[in-house]
């Protein structure tokens, strides 16, 4: 069961975007797993990929589309990545987004392709294109939240949310779904994600204001330590609100920027509280660095230990693990007798000794609740950062044990 976490009721519709759902059987019998979003034309975009070198087919692609020209179709499916599959697989892609552009009457680069599933399986182009059809009738303003479940692989439930924020006196919509729960250590973007807004949004700055939400969000999440072939997060804007255009640096791009961080924010904390068999949602803050990398180094060090994940799942208050993860933590500057440990406000660790009333039964206690909060202080400097993971439990093995059977 996800921690404290439940699916959206409904979502926002944003003025200039629409959506629809169908069934290509490609993986999931029961359910849509092909989603279709549209956006009018003049839509200003910005994207992020993964670094994977072993991209999938869909990326490489929608990269080369994104670079030609402002997108006017997203085609989503699940249940097969399409990563891992030479040529083929790219000339795959290719069939879907022309088979979209026909039907939509587009251009063919002004299609993206995006897909997430099993790495290594052909896609079967007759079935994606025939549901892509399919979503070309059914489009419709409403349609946010079942393409978030559409696009879902071992996700136990939909992940979206939407906020509405003032900019420059107009009233901005912004909206986003996202997919993932395994295979999560994102690098420069999430499993998937796609986050739509209405603001008239600067060239120069949608790219910009993407990147900076990414950076606080999906770029500090963790899982498992594994980045995927397929990862992509996209911003539309439709440019529907106001007459006026939001640039950086302006009262109404602060506005802007601190509901798209909540929104993205939001969207990546789900992904961990829906983690492949998780059943702790864990904060690591580490504070008192020198660098805001070094900050960072710290907290994914201890994010990624297993170790650290297992205790977690035991609640069992070994937090030595914790201390042996932040002395390996590549940085430059430590010094042992300077940090502070705290675990759900108890403190554990002072000046690099045990607090002097620390005790095993107040670790215990600390360890127990679904939510745990770790404070790792380093007192050297004065940058922070914050990343958000999971525990790692006997189910996490099992769900990816069982993954293709």
């Given at each position: ?10 979502l ?5 975007v629409l959506?629809a759902?169908?069934r290509?059987?490609i ?12 956006c009018d034309?003049g839509?200003?975009?910005a994207a ?5 070198r072993?991209?999938?087919a ?8 994104l670079?030609?020209?402002?997108p006017?179709?997203l ?10 599959t030479?040529?083929?697989?790219y ?6 987004c022309k ?7 587009v251009q ?8 997430t ?6 896609l ?13 009738d059914?489009l ?16 136990t439930?939909a ?11 107009d ?6 779904i996202a997919?993932g ?7 420069l973007?999430?499993m ?7 603001a ?20 500090r ?14 911003l ?6 106001g ?7 302006s009262?109404q ?15 990546a904390?789900a992904?961990v ?10 904060t ?13 180094e ?5 994010a ?18 914790i201390?042996a993860?932040?002395g ?8 042992i ?10 403190a ?22 679904a939510?745990?909060?770790?404070d ?5 400097g ?17 769900i990816?044990?069982?993954?293709r059977?």
């Amino acid at each position: 069961m996800p921690v404290g976490l439940a699916e959206p009721e409904a979502l926002l519709a944003v003025p200039g975007v629409l959506s629809a759902t169908a069934r290509a059987g490609i993986r999931q019998r029961g359910r849509d797993d092909v989603a279709l979003i549209t956006c009018d034309a003049g839509t200003r975009a910005a994207a992020v990929f993964t670094r994977n070198r072993f991209s999938a087919a869909p990326v490489v692609l929608a990269r080369e589309h994104l670079a030609q020209a402002s997108p006017r179709a997203l085609v989503v499916n699940s249940g097969c990545a399409n990563a891992g599959t030479g040529r083929a697989g790219y000339m795959d892609a290719v069939a879907i987004c022309k088979a979209a552009a026909a039907r939509l009457r587009v251009q063919f680069h002004e299609v993206l392709p995006f897909s997430t599933g099993v790495i290594g399986s052909r896609l079967p182009v007759e079935k994606v294109s025939a549901a892509v059809a399919e979503c070309v009738d059914g489009l419709n303003e409403n349609g946010w939240l079942a393409a978030a479940r559409a696009i879902m692989t071992t996700d136990t439930l939909a992940k979206g949310c939407s906020r509405t924020v003032i900019a420059g006196g107009d009233q901005v919509t912004i909206t986003g779904i996202a997919k993932g729960s395994g295979m999560i250590r994102p690098d420069l973007a999430t499993m998937l994600a796609f986050v739509a807004t209405d603001a008239k949004l600067a060239p120069d700055y949608v790219d910009r204001s993407l990147r900076q939400a990414v950076d606080l969000s999906f770029n500090r999440i963790t899982v498992d330590g594994d980045t995927s072939t397929n990862d992509a997060c996209v911003l539309l804007a439709t440019g529907r609100a106001g007459e006026a255009e939001i640039g950086p640096g302006s009262v109404q791009g602060e506005a802007f920027q601190q509901g798209l961080d909540a929104v993205m924010q939001e969207l990546a904390q789900a992904i961990v509280r829906d983690a492949e068999g998780a059943t702790k949602f864990v904060t690591i803050e580490v504070s008192g660095a020198n660098t805001a990398e070094d900050a960072a180094e710290v907290a994914f060090t201890v994010a990624h230990s297993p170790l650290v994940k297992t205790a977690l799942f035991a609640s069992d208050a070994n937090w030595g693990r914790i201390l042996a993860a932040v002395g390996r933590a590549p940085v430059q500057q430590l010094d042992i007798d300077r940090v502070g440990l705290r675990i759900n406000g108890q403190a554990v660790l002072v000046q690099g000794q045990p607090a002097p009333d620390y005790t095993e039964a107040a670790g215990v206690a600390a360890m127990a609740p679904a939510e745990i909060h770790i404070d790792i202080d380093l007192a050297i400097g004065d940058r922070s950062a914050t990343v958000w993971t999971s525990d790692l439990s006997f189910d996490y093995v099992r769900i990816n044990a069982e993954y293709r059977t």
